[in-house]
């Protein structure tokens, strides 16, 4: 089996253990391809810990750390205790086996919660992949870490370590009945598909070479403008960071090239807060397909056009008059339907639903002309 194989076994089964999360499935996966790191925020009870936990069981070899942070957390909890036989030597140095910094995947609990003396710490691990470990800047082999809260920030010393989590979910309780009960039937996995740290490096590999056309790189552009007018404001970090999130999207789905649908996916990046999601989502669709649902209505005003010209007349010339009326306005719209078809053809989008609706809207205008 390639690892691409497993990759997709993986997916397959943790959609099939975690219900209603398949958008944070796919994020989960996606950022451990981009090696980038997932906040969730939602109450207790909701397999936050869960995911990772079972995620880092997926990659053999694999460290995996898990803390709940409160404000009486020490650095020693989350770093090691530091080195008698260092201090020894003047050199104020932590053993950290067994702790964040030896670990490739990590879920830290309540991380809003955390002091400024492990902030700072816990903001070079995860940015720079970097502790400082006595008189040495020492790298980290951190893939992903997981954040979870229940609420969100409010001090804005937290703003800079909320900030370095490009992926974003709120999640809730099963709201579907089936699920749940399904939920309280599932029984643990017979099987657990895995993956090497040399097959994972490989898929990142892979993943780093997916191709981003520009027509994508345009999208993205739109995107940042059309929020910009919302006040939906996103760092020029986080857009930069989105790039290989979205070659991660891709190549999770084992296609070499970025699509602009695969642009949905930042609708999980570019909110601060839970509520601007749907604005996000609703920008996303009208750029992508905002040209689709034009001249979809168009299509309608067409079809309703027809029916209005075939309805039955008192005499002759009424029917005339309607069925040339009808013609005329289809006319019109044929016009607004090419602009569409030259302006999606020029930025390089598809062109099949816009071509399907042309075609319909002329057969109507045929058969109209037919009847005078």
Known sequence: MTPQEKLQKIRAEFQHRFLERHALIDGALAALLASQHVLIIGPPGTAKSMLADELCRRITGAHYFQWLLTKFTTPE???GAVSLKSLEA???????????PE????FLDEIFKSSSSILNAILSIINERIFHNGKEATPVPLLTLF?????????????????????????????????????????????RTTLTLDELRQLQAQTQAVTVPDTVLGVIAEVRRELRTKDILASDRRYHQSIGLLQAVASLDGRSVVTETDVFFLEHVLWKEPSEQAAVHSVIHGLIHGYEDEVQELLFQT???RDYAERPWEDAEQRARAIIEAHTKIRNILVKVEEI?????????A???????????????GQLLERL
């Not at 003047?90 to 964040?100: F, G, H, I």
């Not at 999606?344 to 989008?349: C, F, I, M, N, Y």
């Not at 062109?351 to 109507?364: G, P, S, T, W």
Request: charged fraction near 35%; avoid cysteine; aromatic fraction near 8%.
């Open 77 to 79: 909890e989350l770093f």
């Open 90 to 100: 003047d050199d104020y140095r932590r053993v950290t086996d067994n702790k964040l």
């Open 103 to 106: 670990a490739h995947i990590a």
């Open 147 to 191: 954040g979870a809260s229940n609420e969100l920030p409010e001090d804005d010393e937290l703003l800079a370590l909320y900030d370095r989590f490009l992926l974003r979910f709120a999640v809730d309780y099963i709201q579907e009945d089936f699920r749940f009960l399904h939920m309280l039937q599932a029984q643990r996995p017979a099987e």
């Open 303 to 305: 079809r309703e056009l």
């Open 341 to 349: 078809h030259q302006h999606v053809q020029e930025v390089g989008r």
């Open 351 to 365: 062109l099949d639903k816009v071509e399907r609706a042309k075609r319909e809207i002329q057969e109507i205008q």
